[in-house]
């Protein structure tokens, strides 16, 4: 995929197939089998990085997705590297699988903690960045990427060696768009840094309103984890105050769904990225992936969703401002 495929203009806001749990959370052949499945519900889009799957999220993708790689788009990214320790790193995840289970709070903390360290030590050298790639392209059997994004990048590592590196990629067709993974902070430094090279950003769906920064034309807006703060959010005072104040009937029906939530919250949150953006979401479970794959984005339940949440991150600023 060349040119405004990399970047999606032209087209609808989709759903991505996010690869952080495949080799972890399931083992080799399932996570075949899931990948497989995503493709067979209409999956095209997969984001995937050197550590994840404690470093088998790459080759997994790789197996299943050589044979149809004309008809897929592949995001991955470089600044933390692939494990070294590959094997003993997934046991550790495998052993502690329990406790991510029984204490989801706990454990996302932790991982959160995880990500912030591994920011700070994060490489962007020129060597560290080309061997980076190189290893992602044999891992993913393919002569190129879609999109690379820099993970955990702040806008002081973006120096001009890096810059002419990139570019190199860029013009030999190694790398089709360029970005940033990272937070909404430091996904606009670098994108007032290198505002012509960094087509593609990647971050939390925080609810709020996407600046402009964030939407300039020609840039693809990819967010993920918004079904874990979309579900936080809207059990929240301030929410449920304007649901009861501004919600209709059909509205607060599908909350209280368990069965329709999840998909509601995709809705909206397709509707707040936007024509030719990227929601990624994870799932273990095959059965769920055709029904991920059929939230559609124009849903009115949806559209009021995304005015009640906006209502509600309004009173919680003045509350935190006002504290």
Known sequence: MTGDSATGAGRSAVLAFGCGSLGTELGWPDSVRLVEAALQAGFRHFDTAPPYGAG???????EVLASCRGQVTLVSKAGIAHPRAAGALRALRRLALPVKRALPGLWSRAASQARESASAAARFAVADVQQSLKESLRRLRTDHLDALLLHEVFDDALTPELGALLDA?????????????????QSLACQARWPQRLRWVQCDHYWGAFTPALRRPGVHLSTHRALRLGLGLVREPAFTAALARAGTASLRRRLDDDNECGGLLLAAALQQVGAGGTVVVSTLRRE???NLRAVPAADDDAMLLNRLLADALAVRGTHATAN
């Open 56 to 62: 088998q999220s790459e080759r997994i993708l790789g």
């Open 169 to 185: 990629w860029l013009a030999d067709g190694r790398v089709r768009a360029l970005g940033t993974g990272t937070g909404v902070a």
């Open 288 to 290: 769920r992936l055709r």
